[in-house]
């Protein structure tokens, strides 16, 4: 039914770029919002950006603002999150989210992919 698809990750240096992909199918149409999430070894899953559907609004945590961007392809049902001046704590497995109905929890999602590791070498 629903499914999203994340690829893109790998190792890169500090400093370097990497742009991830989700790719959703299912009762994603017209939800609410997509959004990317990641857990480094040993810490709790944070939300990292989150990007609407239909306004395109954006959130963006503090840690990658002015770093990352997250897009989005209505038509091609595709999310990307574009990773610039990467640090070496930004390694951690990347996890993009579905959001079907809003609510008022900011990291309340309701559809997640397998996620794809990202590793950033100092």
């Known amino acids: 039914q629903v499914q999203l698809v994340e690829s893109g990750g790998g190792l890169v240096q500090a400093g370097g770029s990497l742009r991830l992909s989700c790719t959703t199918s299912g009762r994603t149409f017209g939800g609410y919002a997509m959004g990317w999430f990641r857990q480094a070894p040993g810490k709790e899953r944070e939300i990292v950006s989150r990007i609407t559907w239909s306004r395109g609004n954006t959130y963006y945590a503090d840690s990658v603002k002015g770093r990352f961007t997250i897009s989005r392809d209505n038509t091609e049902n595709t999310v990307y999150l574009q990773m610039n001046s990467l640090k070496p704590e930004d390694t951690a497995v990347y996890y993009c989210?579905?959001?079907?109905?809003?609510?008022?929890?900011?990291?309340?999602?309701?559809?997640w992919g397998q996620g794809t590791q990202v590793t950033v070498s100092s």
């Open positions: 989210a579905a959001k079907i109905k809003w609510t008022a929890t900011l990291q309340e999602f309701h559809y």
